[in-house]
């Protein structure tokens, strides 16, 4: 016991729980990879959607009647198997059918489709990675070609040249130290140059043209033929014929 009655162990200040410095947090999230390319995210939402879907909803938009005349023919579903409507790239596996309600995700089909969109996105993954490595290589290639700063390694002090595909560089952040000849005071500056990507922001994609389905009545001559203007047009009974320029030359002649 102390003279003011307390123990000396409570003397020792408590640590507090302190948390992970900045620079880990941004290492780790480095550390999760690259980001995903927009073509990936699609196929990664697709298989998603084929894996989770019921597949008895109609899409929202009312899918697409062109019969791939406008838009390119569906690698997944190209006929359906309950009407055999020709469907579009717009028509998307994991609705059913615009026309009849046609699923197209029982069990078999489910699983063949899973399959296809696993596949695809391999060679996405594979393909975008030996883009990234020859793009590497070719850096690497190019760092003798141009001088590098001291201390910089990899592909970090190769100059690149300006134009369509340069990349921003990261922030930069530096100290300023001032010193104030009344006070003689010593001030520290912090500033961050945040770099100014000079590519233009890329335009919103345009949502493509969709075919509307077909007129439920057909359109045909309800009333019968007149026997005595058996040419006349009955679709269209107020079409006038009017003869060509010469035409009227030669009769008036």
């Given at each position: 016991w102390t003279s003011s009655g307390s123990l000396t162990s409570d003397r020792i200040p408590t640590r507090q729980p302190t948390t992970a410095p900045a620079k880990q947090q941004a290492k780790r999230k480095n550390q999760a990879g690259p980001l995903k390319s927009k073509a990936v995210s699609?196929?990664?939402?697709?298989?998603?959607?084929?894996?989770?879907?019921?597949?008895?909803?109609?899409?929202?938009k009312g899918g697409c009647f062109c019969l791939a005349r406008e838009h390119g023919l569906s690698t997944y579903v190209p006929l359906c198997y309950g009407c055999g409507l020709v469907l579009c790239n717009l028509n998307l596996p994991h609705y059913a059918c615009p026309h009849c309600g046609e699923s197209f995700l029982d069990n078999t089909r489910r699983s063949a489709l899973v399959a296809q969109i696993l596949e695809e996105l391999r060679g996405q993954v594979a393909k975008e990675e030996e883009e990234r490595n020859r793009a590497i290589e070719e850096a690497r290639k190019a760092e003798g070609a141009f001088p590098m700063l001291p201390g910089a390694s990899g592909t970090q002090g190769v100059r690149r040249p300006a134009g369509k595909g340069t990349a921003t560089s990261p922030q930069s952040s530096h100290k300023v130290l001032s010193l104030n000849s009344t006070t003689k005071k010593v001030t520290i500056s912090s500033y961050t140059n945040t770099p100014i990507s000079s590519r233009p922001p890329s335009p919103a994609p345009e949502e493509p043209r969709r075919i509307p389905p077909p007129p439920r009545e057909i359109s045909y001559v309800k009333q019968p033929p007149d026997p005595e203007h058996s040419?006349?047009?009955?679709?269209?009974?107020d079409l006038q014929y009017i003869p060509p320029s010469e035409d009227l030359n030669t009769h008036s002649g």
């Open positions: 699609a196929l990664e939402t697709r298989l998603h959607n084929v894996e989770y879907a019921s597949g008895k909803e109609k899409e929202p040419w006349k047009n009955m679709q269209f009974p």
